[in-house]
């Protein structure tokens, strides 16, 4: 006791201990508040001056060190090494007890490395060695890299261990499970769905230190019970309903299981314990709806539960559905395959057995790469196919007919002729005899943009030609005469309405396999059936391309040919004209932003109507937006406007285009006329159109007219009935 300034004032020294362990930290309080008189190592006051400074040192480190002191391995740490021992008791337990009486869960390994520092003074080092150590209420899977080094006393003995070391845990499992996972990405197709569950879940089952076993269970359809597919890692699988199978698909959040009965190890576990829980994950692809059925996943018995390992079986069950879903949509789309080539079959089928002729022709000679039956029987079944048009037709050449393909593919304009004159042999051998042809003959374009050939397409008229003109020639004679043209007209007459008919069914014939065609190529395309190479993703591209088109003339020629026949029935009621103007504008905004267009509606209120079927408005007014759009270029504006003049109500479709040439005005609403080819050669269409759209008016109880001046644009306006 030392006795310092006014007298009553005392000041008490501090301790040894106090002094070596004087500063912040855990471990220096909990050194200062032992009694370290109770241990082997005895009062702070009695060590010596070796043991203090390396006591003093290890505390003062940041890198986790532990101390070996003495005979009987008297323990100190600092609080870097702190964490290592987990929760749960052990520490501060730990702090001055015997080595031996401590580490019994590991003594037989790092006793010997010990003892070998104490006797013979060589350092040793261990990398990534696993030592399990009961913290945190288990025995768990723990890994370090350290070293052991003598310490010397006063005298000059080795008096203790010091350990300087790193847990490496972290490192270890993550690098393990890494490598499982990079096992799972590289498995080879799995075949059949079941066959890829199984591979899976066997390399898996691989990783048995993070596995302990593992299920894998599959949906065979959708909403139908879970089946078993594979089973790693247990004796017998168990009852599907121990799992919470339904619940994680539903979800499709994973669950954890606790396993309390489950059963123990077998001799080829990593571990005796057997486990005491099992995630149970659903198996499922990012971006896609449906789930595949579940992964159930035996955890280690040896490892926490923790974000790290959820990832873990989480990235795991990613891989494993992946694998299951390339099986099944490798699967998927074989069959798709299968059943397109017997839609093209059917497609085929249809074109060769069409009474009409067609032909397609291919390329600057205009090669025959498809021809059907009936366009045989009209060239007198001469060779056709992969020779050029006017070498496998040589009496063709000087009839005007080439110049006719040339122009088609140059302006991408169809031409449609009728009653067009022909000198043709028959057969071979024969002569050349004369025919009369209504025939179209239409661009044919490629996915890119590119006219590549052309498709003709036709009847032979020659009977009606003939027929006509020879009622034509008695017209004068007399009554008799006059009689019988008039039967001639009438069967002239009833031969269009069966050309029309013709050509409705005809439409319906082919547009439903070019439906079901669009169908499974959207389908490839997704990629829901696996990944396309680029080389068939184009050639699925150009299919559809090819589709598309060849659905919209069909769909014109089917909605002209019902007008021609007569077959269009119209609902008159009052229809809302904002409403209805609103619905169309709607439909082809995207069109006109895609090519830089302003598109507007204005004067349409609530209070005008017009007495007409709703659907055919609608028509009339998408197709003039339609064309607007089609036919007015960047920057351009497209104006919809109402308006009320006595008993009728008129909507304008007014654009800032090109416009229209006087002579030219009434051209328009012919059927398959398109006016101006320098305009239209880049969109394509049979000129259909704007006929349909005025005899639509006209069956409504109105009429369609047009208004345009060159440079200045056109307005279409629409008169109908007021409601």
């Not at 040589?394 to 169809?414: I, K, S």
Request: hydrophobic share 45%; charged share 25%; proline share 6%.
């Amino acid at each position: 006791m030392a006795v310092r300034g006014t007298v009553g004032i005392t000041e008490v020294a501090p301790s040894a201990a106090e002094r070596l362990f004087e500063g912040d930290g855990e471990m220096r309080a909990l050194c200062r508040a032992l009694d370290w008189g109770a241990t082997p190592l005895g009062p702070v006051a009695g060590w010596s001056h070796s043991l203090r400074t390396t006591a003093a040192a290890l505390l003062a480190s940041r890198h986790p060190m532990f101390l070996f002191w003495g005979p009987e391995l008297v323990q100190l740490y600092n609080d870097a090494y702190r964490p290592s021992l987990g929760e749960g008791g052990r520490h501060p337990r730990a702090l001055g007890m015997r080595g031996r009486e401590f580490w019994t869960d590991i003594w037989d390994v790092i006793g010997p490395q010990i003892e070998q520092v104490m006797t013979a003074g060589v350092a040793t080092w261990h990398e990534d060695q696993l030592l399990p150590i009961e913290r945190n209420g288990r025995l768990e899977e723990v890994y370090w890299t350290y070293s052991y080094s003598p310490v010397r006393d006063d005298d000059g003995s080795i008096a203790g261990t010091l350990v300087v070391c790193q847990e490496t845990t972290s490192r270890v499992v993550a690098e393990r499970r890494l490598a499982t996972l990079h096992g799972l990405t590289a498995l080879p197709p799995g075949g059949t769905a079941a066959a890829a569950a199984a591979q899976a879940v066997a390399a898996l089952a691989n990783d048995r230190r993070d596995v302990s076993f593992a299920l894998c269970y599959l949906a065979p359809v959708p909403g139908g019970d879970v089946v078993l597919a594979a089973a790693e890692g247990v004796a017998a699988p168990p009852d599907p309903a121990r799992w919470p199978l339904m619940d994680v698909l539903a979800s499709g959040r994973p669950s954890v299981v606790a396993l309390d009965d489950w059963p123990s190890s077998g001799p080829d576990a990593t571990w005796p314990e057997p486990p005491v829980a099992a995630a149970v994950l659903p198996l499922e692809r990012p971006g896609d709806a449906r789930r595949l059925g579940a992964l159930v996943v035996g955890l280690s018995p040896r490892l926490p539960w923790d974000d790290r390992y959820q990832y873990f079986v989480e990235a795991a069950a990613l891989h494993v559905a992946s694998h299951v879903a390339l099986a099944r949509d490798e699967m998927e789309r074989e069959r798709l395959l299968a059943e397109l080539r017997v839609e093209r079959s059917r497609l085929e089928f249809v074109f060769h057995q069409a009474p009409s002729f067609l032909a397609v022709l291919h390329g600057p000679r205009y090669v025959f790469t498809r021809v059907n039956d009936a366009y045989y029987q009209l060239v007198g079944h001469r060779p056709l196919l992969g020779r050029p048009a006017f070498e496998a037709l040589p009496e063709l050449r000087a009839q005007g007919f080439e110049e006719l393909l040339d122009r088609v593919v140059r302006t991408g304009t169809p031409f449609h002729g009728r009653e067009v004159r022909v000198q043709l042999q028959r057969a071979p051998g024969a002569p050349v005899e004369e025919r009369y042809l209504d025939f179209s003959y239409l661009p044919l374009v490629e996915a890119d943009g590119r006219r590549s050939g052309v498709i003709a397409h036709g009847t032979d008229v020659t009977d009606h030609v003939r027929a006509r003109r020879d009622v034509e020639r008695l017209l004068g004679e007399s009554e008799q005469a006059r009689a019988q043209l008039e039967q001639a007209r009438a069967q002239l007459e009833l031969a269009n309405q069966s050309k029309s008919e013709f050509l409705a069914v005809m439409s319906h014939e082919l547009r439903t396999p070019l439906n079901a065609i669009a169908g499974y190529a959207e389908l490839l395309t997704l990629g829901i059936h696996g990944e396309l190479s680029d080389p068939q993703r184009d050639a699925v591209a150009r299919i559809q391309a090819g589709q598309r088109r060849l659905l919209g003339l069909i769909n014109q020629v089917l909605s002209y040919s019902r007008m021609e026949a007569g077959a269009v029935s119209f609902h008159a009621e009052r229809v809302a004209l904002a409403e209805t103007i609103a619905e169309c504008v709607a439909l082809v905004a995207p069109q006109a932003q895609a090519r830089g267009l302003t598109c507007e509606w204005h004067g349409c209120d609530g209070s005008l109507a017009a007495l007409a079927d709703h659907e055919k408005l609608q028509q009339v007014v998408l197709n003039l937006l339609s064309n607007a759009v089609k036919f007015t270029g960047p920057g351009g504006r497209v104006t919809v406007s109402c308006a009320a003049a006595d008993e009728r109500v008129l909507v304008r479709v007014r654009d800032t285009g090109r416009g229209i040439a006087p002579e030219q005005l009434e051209r328009v609403f012919e059927p398959f006329v398109q006016v101006d080819a320098s305009l239209t050669r880049m969109h394509e269409g049979a000129g259909l159109g704007l006929a349909i759209s005025r005899d639509l008016a006209r069956g409504m109880g109105g009429d369609l007219t047009l208004e345009s001046r060159l440079g200045e644009g056109s307005t279409f306006t629409l008169a109908l009935p007021r409601g």
